[in-house]
C-alpha cells in the first residue's frame, strides 16, 4: 500500500502563489507514475501534472503550462506543485495520485489518493 498526504492548500489572491505537498510513505519501491489533479465544485476531475517517480520530465495540462511547477524532493519522498500566477478559476481541491503501472492523465488509471487540500483564489 502507497499512503499520499496533500498539504499546502489555503486562501490566496489572484496573481498570488502556493505551494502543495504531497508526502508519499509505504511501498514507494512500486510506484510507478506520480500525479496532481484538481476538482472544482459541480465539476469532474482534471489532470493537472504528473512525472515518474524515479524523475524525468514532467507533463502539464495545458491550462496549467507556465504557471506550475512540479518537482521532487526524492530523500523525502515528496513531490510538490509550486502554483504561480493563481487565478480564480484555479480554485478546486487539489488531489496527490500515485500508481503502481501507469503514468497517465487518466484519473481512473492511478490506484492511490490524497485526501486532497483545498484551493481557493478570491479575485
Known amino acids: 500500500q502507497v499512503q499520499l498526504v496533500e498539504s499546502g492548500g489555503g486562501l490566496v489572491q489572484a496573481g498570488g502563489s502556493l505551494r502543495l505537498s504531497c508526502a508519499v510513505s509505504?511501498?514507494?519501491?512500486?510506484?510507478?507514475?506520480m500525479a496532481w489533479f484538481r476538482q472544482a465544485p459541480g465539476k469532474e476531475r482534471e489532470f493537472g501534472a504528473r512525472?515518474?517517480?524515479?524523475?524525468?520530465?514532467?507533463y502539464y495540462a495545458d491550462s496549467l503550462k507556465g504557471r506550475f511547477t512540479l518537482s521532487r524532493d526524492n530523500a523525502r519522498n515528496i513531490v510538490y506543485l509550486q502554483m504561480n500566477s493563481l487565478k480564480p478559476e484555479d480554485t478546486a481541491v487539489y488531489y496527490c495520485?500515485?500508481?503502481?503501472?501507469?503514468?497517465?492523465?487518466?484519473?481512473?488509471?492511478?490506484?492511490?489518493w490524497g485526501q486532497g487540500t483545498q484551493v481557493t483564489v478570491s479575485s
Open positions: 512525472i515518474r517517480w524515479s524523475g524525468g520530465t514532467s
Open positions: 495520485a500515485a500508481s503502481d503501472y501507469r503514468l497517465e492523465s487518466n484519473p481512473a488509471s492511478y490506484e492511490y
Open positions: 509505504g511501498r514507494t519501491y512500486n510506484i510507478y507514475g
